[in-house]
């Protein structure tokens, strides 16, 4: 089975800094990769997904990760966060096998300060 | 193109009642899947749906059930509700084959509250 560790419930962080949301992830099989991220009252938008070839991955709204198979890990970047950036964010992951089955990890809500 | 309809968007019942939550997916898509999301246990997947089979089931109770009609559309149910089923029930549709080459499309869910 496959499990994903977010390691920052909550970031807090100023306008126009950069960000960096922290996702770890475990299994014994190949994974897919994904980030999701959830404004108030909404349901989950893709901000990217790593599916396979480079692992650099660049998403919607200027957001970055990059998967690192040997540390495990698929961290979301920003070079600078705007105050529309606050919301909560969701590293997943999915196996070939496992239909239509994401697993989420608890998710990180980023608060953008002015 | 319209994204993943889900209705109602709200929705109050009592204990032991049950209740059936609709949602349509985006246009071509042939997979389904729901979650379920509370603060607790955050985002846990329910099941999923392709060309009417499911495929796959999270580890819920048998009162928790689901449907796939022809033209894709999926419902799910659950009865004899209990307080703990309160939770934002997502939808999430993709093309199916290979589902994860193509990235999940996610419905604004349905907020269930039992009181």
């Known amino acids: 089975a496959q499990s994903v560790t977010q390691l920052d419930s909550q970031v807090p962080v100023f306008e126009e800094a950069p960000v960096e949301l922290r996702c770890n992830y475990s299994?014994?099989?190949?994974?897919?990769l994904f980030w999701y991220v959830q404004y108030p009252n909404q349901g989950l938008q893709l901000l990217l997904k790593y599916l396979s070839g480079s692992t650099l991955v660049k998403g919607i709204n200027g957001f970055e990760a990059e998967f690192n198979k040997s540390q495990t890990s698929f961290h979301l970047r920003k070079p600078s966060v705007h105050i529309s950036d606050t919301a909560e964010y969701f590293c997943a992951v999915q196996t070939g096998a496992s239909y239509g089955k994401l697993t989420f990890g608890q998710g990180t809500i980023l608060t953008v300060h002015p | 193109k319209a994204g993943v309809t889900q209705t109602p968007r709200y929705l109050i019942k009592t204990r032991g009642q049950q209740v059936t939550l609709s949602c349509s997916p985006i246009?071509?898509?042939?997979?389904v899947s729901w979650y379920q999301q509370t603060p607790g246990q955050g985002l846990q997947f329910l099941f999923e749906y392709f060309s009417e089979t499911q495929r796959n089931k999270g580890n819920f109770p048998g009162r928790f059930s689901g449907r796939q009609f022809s033209n894709s559309r999926s419902e799910m149910n659950v009865s004899t509700l209990e307080l703990g089923d309160s939770a934002l029930y997502l939808c999430?549709?993709?093309?199916?084959?290979?589902?994860?080459?193509?990235?999940?499309?996610f419905g604004s869910g349905t907020r269930l509250t039992v009181v």
């Open positions: 246009s071509g898509h042939r997979s």
């Open positions: 999430a549709s993709s093309l199916g084959q290979g589902a994860a080459n193509y990235g999940y499309t």
């Open positions: 299994s014994s099989v190949s994974v897919y």
